[in-house]
Structure formats: structure tokens, C-alpha cells
């Protein structure tokens, strides 16, 4: 292989792609969704802490716990979701950039109620689990089991945490 100035590089990197049963036109979009998976999973997990540093109220040691509970529940997912770009044969997003340019979750605002947050939480839970649904989906069809039950565990976490909100609420 040679390089811009015509010299044959000594260190060459050769791509090699998974041979896994997956297409790779499927193992993209499957992959599309993962990044973004993995760009709303980091967005929340900032949000989630920016929560836990500033919840005040009535109700601030439970909610200071419980938001701890769930940024770090996040912080531990991201590395497998990443993992799992990577085996599909892409590259994961790794900087804020494209953490920005994929995730759909807005940033929170620290000087919200301890109430407004938990219902700023919720609501992106639900849409985490609303989209999770749509990027399973396709992993579905493309037979790519591994990341079904990647969504399968992490749905069954969110739908709960979503619940645990909702009933704080009530």
C-alpha cells in the first residue's frame, strides 16, 4: 500500500469484515441503531447526573439514590453497546461530537424541580424504550440475536425504572 508520497507504507491495517451470518447492508442498519442507542445512553447519563448533583427538596436524599441508581446503571451499558458496534464490524462513536450529532435526549436543566426532573427523566425513558423497540425490531429481522438480547435486557431495566418513576409520581 502506498502512501500520498508514493512510498509503500510498512504498517498496513487490513479491515476485516465479520463473516457472522449478517449481511453487511443489514449489519449497518442494525448498527445505525446501536450508535444511536449508544449516543441517547451517554446524552441521559450526563443528564442523570446533572440531576444528582443538583436535585433539591423534600425529597432529595431519595432522589439523589435513585438517580445515582440509574447513571450508573447507564455508565455500565455503554461499554456494551459499544462492544457490540464493534463486532458487527463498525466503530463506535467516540466523542462528543457525535454523541451530540446521534443522540436525540436534550440536556437538563440543573435549576428544575426535583418533580420536573424525575418527569424529564420519565419522558425520555419512554422514548428510549419506544425507540429501542423500533431498533430491536430490525435486529430481529435480520436474525442478529445477540443484539435482540442485548435490547431485550436493557428493555427490561428501562421498563422498570420507567415504572419506578411513574410511581413517584403518583
Given amino acids: 500500500m502506498q502512501n500520498n ?3 509503500t507504507d510498512t504498517l498496513q491495517t487490513t479491515k476485516v469484515e465479520p463473516h457472522i451470518g449478517i449481511e453487511e447492508h443489514q449489519r449497518a442498519e442494525i448498527v445505525d441503531g446501536l450508535q444511536r442507542f449508544l449516543a441517547n445512553t451517554y446524552t441521559l447519563h450526563l443528564k442523570t ?3 444528582h448533583w443538583h436535585v433539591k427538596g423534600m425529597h432529595f436524599q431519595t432522589l439523589h439514590n ?6 450508573t446503571d447507564l455508565n455500565e451499558s455503554m461499554d456494551e453497546i459499544a462492544e457490540r458496534v464493534l463486532q458487527l464490524g463498525f466503530k463506535a462513536p467516540g466523542n462528543l461530537r457525535a454523541m451530540q ?3 436525540n435526549i436534550k440536556a437538563g436543566n440543573e435549576h428544575a424541580s426535583a418533580d420536573q426532573m ?3 427523566l420519565l419522558n425520555d425513558y ?3 424504550i419506544r425507540s429501542m423497540r423500533q ?4 435486529a430481529d429481522e435480520a436474525g442478529d440475536a445477540a443484539t435482540v438480547a442485548m435490547f431485550d435486557d436493557r428493555l427490561t431495566v428501562f421498563e422498570k425504572q420507567a415504572w419506578m418513576m ?5
Fill in 126 to 128: 419512554q422514548w428510549m
Fill in 49 to 51: 447526573l446533572n440531576y
Fill in 101 to 103: 450529532e446521534l443522540s
Fill in 118 to 120: 424525575l418527569s424529564d
Fill in 66 to 71: 435513585f438517580f445515582e441508581e440509574l447513571y
Fill in 166 to 170: 411513574r410511581a413517584m409520581q403518583s
Fill in 5 to 7: 508520497n508514493g512510498q
Fill in 135 to 138: 431498533w430491536r425490531a430490525m
